[in-house]
């Protein structure tokens, strides 16, 4: 029923435009196969872990760019792929982020973390000195678009540019992994300090500063337990 207000408001009717299609390239496997894939997925992902002792060893550009375009192939939002990569490997421009990270996490160790903050990240035994920004072969600061902007400089629209970015980060994670290399998600708050030492728009946010490269020979991680399946499952 239409409102009162909207008494000589015209209807307006969508009508969805013909797109071109393609065949769908998909690989079917038995059922058994079908596991044993997934078991042997489940068991290489879940030897990944955060490090934070990296090599200097260098590392391949182009491994580096096959992975991001792994990530690429992400589901998106409309299939806008507001994803930004950012490689970083140059030592100066390295150095710059972590001088500006490290600012941003003594503000967030001394004045914003609550004691409630500060107690959770206890155990990991994390602090405000980010040597591995400059130790790690390859930074990777992944953006995303808030909006777009058209010829005429008028904003597009982005719909769910985070959702989206956040996918394409675990897809890119999981192909670090699977390539051999090790990673750490840096989030420092905030990230502005990127879009500067970067030279990024303004529509691009930072979402992620991801830390690539082989982990150091004498690297060592928290000893963490992770949820049962049930703990995190729920089957209806």
């Not at 797109?19 to 894939?37: D, G, K, S």
């Not at 950012?86 to 990270?101: F, G, L, P, Q, W």
């Not at 409630?116 to 990777?140: N, Q, S, V, Y």
């Not at 394409?168 to 670090?176: D, N, Q």
Request: hydrophobic content about 45%; charged content about 25%.
């Amino acid at each position: 029923m239409r409102a009162i207000g909207d008494a000589k408001r015209p209807v307006t009717q969508f009508t969805p435009m013909a797109h071109p299609t393609i065949p769908l390239q998909f690989q079917r496997f038995q059922e058994a196969e079908m596991q044993a894939r997934a078991e042997a997925f489940r068991s290489d992902i879940a030897r990944r872990r955060t490090v934070r002792d990296f090599s200097a060893e260098a590392v391949p550009r182009a491994l580096i760019e096959t992975c991001l375009a792994a990530a690429g192939s992400a589901p998106s939002g409309a299939n806008q792929q507001p994803w930004r990569f950012v490689a970083v490997s140059d030592a100066a421009v390295k150095k710059h982020i972590r001088e500006a990270a490290e600012a941003e996490e003594r503000e967030f160790y001394a004045r914003r973390a609550t004691d409630a903050w500060r107690a959770a990240l206890a155990p990991l035994g994390t602090d405000a000195e980010k040597p591995f920004l400059e130790t790690a072969p390859w930074l990777i600061a992944v953006f995303y678009e808030a909006y777009a902007l058209d010829a005429q400089g008028n904003r597009d629209k982005r719909y769910y540019p985070m959702d989206s970015v956040g996918i394409a980060s675990g897809f890119l994670i999981a192909a670090l992994h699977h390539a051999g290399l090790a990673t750490l998600t840096h989030t420092p708050s905030p990230m502005a300090f990127l879009n500067t030492i970067l030279g990024r728009p303004d529509n691009e946010r930072p979402f992620l500063l991801l830390v690539v490269g082989y982990p150091a020979a004498d690297a060592r991680v928290p000893a963490i337990s992770r949820k049962s399946l049930s703990e995190i499952a729920v089957f209806v």
